[in-house]
């Protein structure tokens, strides 16, 4: 994101050359109006470095927390980083970060949404589906395949944010985005949330028996959000487990609406729109990319002003019910 602070010098050059071509048109300095005019030119140059200070204040201020992953991340399908293992509970777990776009689980499985050309597919018995008679309702992934919550858990919010989201609106909508991947469940997943003004931190080394949610800068600019997830990923699918996740929304490059169906989105991301998605994953679902999923909750790409994640498809629900 540009610096405010550089968009200063082209201006101070605009108002400067304007202001000369005036003294042209009035014939030129004399000692009338010399001093007038400098006293008039100093102030207002005041005026905008002033301005161009509390902008750049303002900006500094959106980064105050910061997101990024560890150097030893790896990334091991376009959007989908590798934090490596750790101990929770005296068991090795393995924890990931979701940014935009997962492709293949690499579990050895060719499961229901999994791109053909992912290597769990390539030598698969089974046929794949025909791309011109796409089902939606098999558009779903895992994070990996029986991987999923078998204890409730709580989560913690630092609403806290610098695009002017009501913080009790956040609380009650994240509520409302777990409940409808629960509802679609039948069972209760993720637990009750409450609100904090401790300083949150995701955890990308190992769990520290929270589930926290924030607003940060995260580092890279493209991406909205991001949703860690610890787990036993390994091993038969009924052993597979997630036992933390941690989400971070992005508010210094994206600026948010609590709702763009009732007013002008065209630079604004929608909070429950992002939220539901986010959520998918917190539950244990994967990105999808296929064209023909590209109403689903969990499809991987989304923009400003949609509202479409909302909504659980029906390839969400079937996905969610096959986890669960």
């Known amino acids: 994101m540009a610096n405010s602070k550089s968009n200063l010098i082209p201006t101070i050059i605009y108002l400067y050359s304007y202001f000369l071509f005036f003294i042209e048109l009035k014939g030129g300095l004399n000692k009338n109006n010399m001093k007038k005019t400098i006293i008039a030119m100093c102030m207002v140059f005041v005026l905008i470095f002033s301005v161009g200070f509390m902008v750049v204040s ?26 490596g293992k750790a101990l929770d509970k005296g068991k090795i777990v393995e924890g990931y970060a979701m940014f935009v776009k997962p492709t293949c689980n690499n579990n050895d499985i060719c499961e229901p949404g999994e791109n053909p050309s992912c290597a769990d597919c390539k030598n698969s018995e089974e046929d794949p589906e025909d791309p011109t008679e796409p089902d939606t309702s098999s558009c779903y992934g895992f994070l990996a395949k029986g991987a999923k919550w078998k204890t409730i858990e709580p989560y913690i919010v630092d609403p806290a944010n610098t695009r002017g989201l009501d913080n009790g609106f956040i609380i009650d909508n994240l509520a409302m985005d777990i409940d409808k991947w629960e509802t679609a469940a039948g069972v209760d997943i993720l637990g009750g949330g409450s609100s904090t003004t401790e300083t949150l931190i995701a955890d990308t080394s190992s769990p ?9 800068d995260i580092d890279d600019d493209n991406v909205i959000a991001v949703a860690i997830i610890w787990g036993y990923f390994g091993g038969p699918p009924p052993f597979r487990e997630l036992v933390e996740w941690d989400m971070v929304f992005d508010d210094a490059d994206f600026d948010w609406s609590a709702d763009c169906s009732s007013e002008d989105c065209a630079n604004k991301m929608d909070f429950e729109n992002i939220a539901t998605h986010e959520l ?13 999923c590209s109403d ?7 923009s400003k002003g949609e509202t479409k994640k909302r909504d659980l498809a029906d390839g969400d629900i079937a996905g969610i019910n096959a986890l669960y």
């Open 280 to 292: 998918g994953h917190a539950v244990g679902l994967g990105d999808l990319y296929n064209d023909e």
């Open 296 to 302: 689903q909750t969990m499809y991987g790409y989304a």
């Open 58 to 83: 303002a900006k500094n201020q959106k980064h105050d927390k910061e997101f990024s992953l560890p150097d030893n991340a790896v990334e091991v399908a376009p959007g989908v980083f590798y934090l």
């Open 208 to 216: 520290d028996d929270k589930n926290e949610v924030y607003f940060a």
